[in-house]
Every structure is written in structure tokens, then in C-alpha cells.
């Protein structure tokens, strides 16, 4: 595969129960921890106090790894009082608050989970989600892969260390596993769309908890949209509703108060199209509109401080020269673009090229050729995104 940016993956079934024919892939540096002694574990960041001494012991040398023996000579006595509140506020004692918390948010998050079981402060502290909100502020990053290959399960890869986990499995019913679903990751959480019954529903899993919950509600409820995210923030737009009316609308989510808003409506509705963020602008591609399914070429740009959609004409990458006239809009899958360093990629899989978009001529060029293993049935099954400053 092209090298990689962290990124989420995740399967887009089709709908009325009919066989797994389709793929969808959506990304964001989602913050997540995981055991460190297993190639394939659980996430531990609600370790009962047992294991206290094991993790502990595990936790001093990522902390030498800091330089900071002084600390970890401290955290090695704080972890004989797990549980003691007189630790509460300096959570290293020698170095105080400030200075433990700025060594914590550059640590790695693989060993959030064991810094978490040495005493209820730093088990108090994770959970609250300061660190995740600090380690924005510092520009904190590290890369990670996350992806669905089943029905309900999500796994996660961390690529320096070549660890695997298992986020906990999603609760939902046989209405939910037939019906199309996006994801996205936001902040400290990944949220899953698909349908129940009559009424869209969406599935959130909290870093925080390490759990998913369910009965969040969008001011408009759609399918078949396109998202992306930017920090703590995320735009949903377009899509189907429940009556299979196109939608204009779109919607801005903040993980951290958990609120949605609605936002001014794009110049046209368009379904199975793609979002991404670019030089701090949201971007809305591709996709199907109008009653006929018409594809659309043109692209639209919003912007966050004047909240404001301007429409690009020709920015998509455009349908594959051997499949533009061969099937219907509907069977091929939304855009496959990738953004690094605010440059914009797609791959098409038709003509098996990479493509890179040149924003003052606004025209695609060939960059290179994807992998021939890369195969793909009109584009679903192929993930395309950006990990760190590479392809993945």
C-alpha cells in the first residue's frame, strides 16, 4: 500500500440486508490507549486496583524514557498510596501539578491505561479529558489506525509501535446491521450512523469511559453524508433523510459539549459525496443530487469564521474513464480523497492512478500509480487516507 496519515476506517454496509458489497472511510487522530503486553488486547484504562503493582512497574520506564527519574521515583512511592486523596492535586509531589501533567500529555497513549490504575488522581485525571484537550494545545500527535472489518467491532493499530486492540464490541440489533452506516472520529470519540427500525440512531464511543453509548440525535437525521473533522469539531453534510429526500443541510458537532449546530444550507443537495478539512476550511466534493442521481463535478467550500459556502465548479476528481458510462451513479462509491499538508489526493480506482488537486488551476494531475493488489468492486472495498505525512 502508499505509505501513511492516522486515520479511522470503516465499512459501509448495504442496506435491506443484502450481501457486504460496500466500503466507506472516514478519519481523525482519535485519542485512544492500549494494554502494552499483548499483540492484541483490550483497552485497560479501567484496570481494577490489583493490577496496580504491575502497571505501575510498567509505567517508570516510559517515564525514563523522559528523563524524568526524579518523577518516577516519586510515582513509584505515590503507587504504595493508590487510592490516598493527599495526592490529589500534585500527582507527582516533587514536581507538582503543572509540571506532572506536562509530562503526562507526552507520554504515549499506550501507556495511558496503566498511568491510569496507579491511583484514583490519574485515573480521575484521564477521565475528565484535560490531557486530551492539552495535548491539542501542544500539538501533541500521534498516528493511529482504526478501522472496522465486522459487523460491530472496531480495532485499532498503533504503526510505530506495531500493536493491535480491540475497542469493546457495539450493542445494536439486526436493523442496525442491515442498514447503510458512516462513522467519524471526533476529538476523544467515534461515532457510528446507520438506522433502527424507522429513526436514524447513533452509536458513541468515549475514549474517556472506553464504552458506547447510543441516543444522540443530529437536528436533522441522514444517511449516506459527508464528514470530516478538525480537532473537537466536525461537519456533517448532505445525505439521505428517512424518506430518501437529498439533502442541502448541514450540521457542525462539538464532541467536548456534545451539541449539534445547524449550519447554512450548500447551494445543492448531493448524497454519497466526500468531506475533508484544508487549510482550515471544510470541503464537500462529489456525490449524487437532483432527482434524476445526477453526478455532480463541482465542489463546495465552507468556511468556519464567516460561515459562508462558495462553490468550486470541476473539483472532484471526476469517474474513471472505463466505468463513466458502463453503470449507474449509485454503484460507485463516494470520492476517494486523502488530505496532507493541506494537499488534497484522490485515488481513482478505475484507471488505478493517485491524482493530486492543484488549487490555483483547480485540475487534477497524475502523481503516481496505486498498488495493483488494491482492487476494489467500483471503489468499495479500497481505504484511502491520509497518515501523517504519507498515503495510507
Not at 470530516?228 to 464532541?255: F, K, P, T
Not at 460561515?307 to 465548479?313: L, M, S
Request: aromatic share 8%; hydrophobic share 35%.
Amino acid at each position: 500500500m502508499l505509505e501513511g496519515r492516522s486515520c479511522l476506517v470503516s465499512r459501509l454496509f448495504s442496506s435491506s440486508c443484502q450481501p457486504e458489497t460496500k466500503w466507506c472511510m472516514t478519519y481523525h487522530l482519535l485519542e485512544v490507549e492500549i494494554g502494552s503486553s499483548n499483540n492484541k488486547r483490550q483497552l485497560d484504562i479501567d484496570s481494577e486496583e490489583d493490577q496496580l503493582q504491575r502497571k505501575s512497574s510498567k509505567l517508570l520506564d516510559s517515564w525514563e524514557g523522559l528523563g524524568m527519574s526524579q518523577g518516577s521515583r516519586e510515582l513509584s512511592n505515590n503507587r504504595h498510596h493508590a487510592g490516598n486523596s493527599s495526592d490529589s492535586d500534585s500527582l507527582i509531589h516533587r514536581i507538582g501539578r503543572d509540571n506532572s501533567i506536562s509530562c503526562l500529555i507526552r507520554c504515549s497513549r499506550s501507556d495511558y491505561g496503566s498511568i491510569a490504575s496507579v491511583n484514583k488522581s490519574f485515573r480521575s485525571l484521564f477521565r475528565s479529558g484535560e490531557l486530551y484537550k492539552l495535548r491539542r494545545l501542544n500539538g501533541v500527535v500521534e498516528h493511529w489506525v482504526y478501522f472496522s472489518c465486522q459487523l460491530l467491532e472496531w480495532e485499532a493499530f498503533d504503526p510505530v509501535r506495531g500493536r493491535w486492540m480491540h475497542l469493546p464490541r457495539m450493542a445494536s440489533n439486526e436493523c442496525f446491521m442491515c442498514s447503510d452506516k458512516e462513522s467519524l472520529a471526533v476529538g476523544t470519540e467515534l461515532l457510528v450512523f446507520g438506522k433502527e427500525m424507522n429513526a436514524h440512531v447513533i452509536h458513541r464511543y468515549s475514549l474517556l469511559t472506553n464504552s458506547w453509548s447510543s441516543g444522540m440525535r443530529m437536528n436533522a437525521p441522514r444517511c449516506l453524508f459527508g464528514s470530516a473533522s478538525l480537532g473537537e469539531r466536525a461537519i456533517l453534510a448532505g445525505g439521505c433523510d428517512s424518506g430518501g429526500n437529498i439533502l442541502s443541510s448541514a450540521e457542525l458537532y462539538n464532541s467536548e459539549t456534545q451539541t449539534w449546530e445547524t449550519l447554512p444550507s450548500m447551494s445543492k443537495p448531493r448524497k454519497m459525496c466526500s468531506g475533508f478539512f484544508m487549510d482550515n476550511k471544510f470541503y464537500i466534493i462529489g456525490g449524487i443530487g437532483g432527482n434524476e442521481n445526477t453526478v455532480l463535478t463541482c465542489g463546495e467550500e465552507f468556511d468556519l469564521r464567516t460561515k459562508t459556502w462558495r462553490e468550486i465548479p470541476n473539483m472532484s476528481p471526476g469517474r474513471g474513464a472505463a466505468i463513466a458510462n458502463e453503470m449507474p451513479a449509485t454503484a460507485e462509491a463516494p470520492p476517494l480523497v486523502a488530505v496532507v499538508n493541506d494537499q488534497l489526493y484522490a485515488a481513482n480506482y478505475a484507471d488505478m492512478e493517485v491524482k493530486k488537486y492543484n488549487k490555483l488551476e483547480n485540475r487534477w494531475f497524475t502523481v503516481g500509480r496505486l498498488p495493483e493488489r488494491a482492487v476494489s468492486m467500483h471503489g468499495w472495498g479500497v481505504a484511502f487516507r491520509a497518515c501523517g505525512i504519507g498515503l495510507l
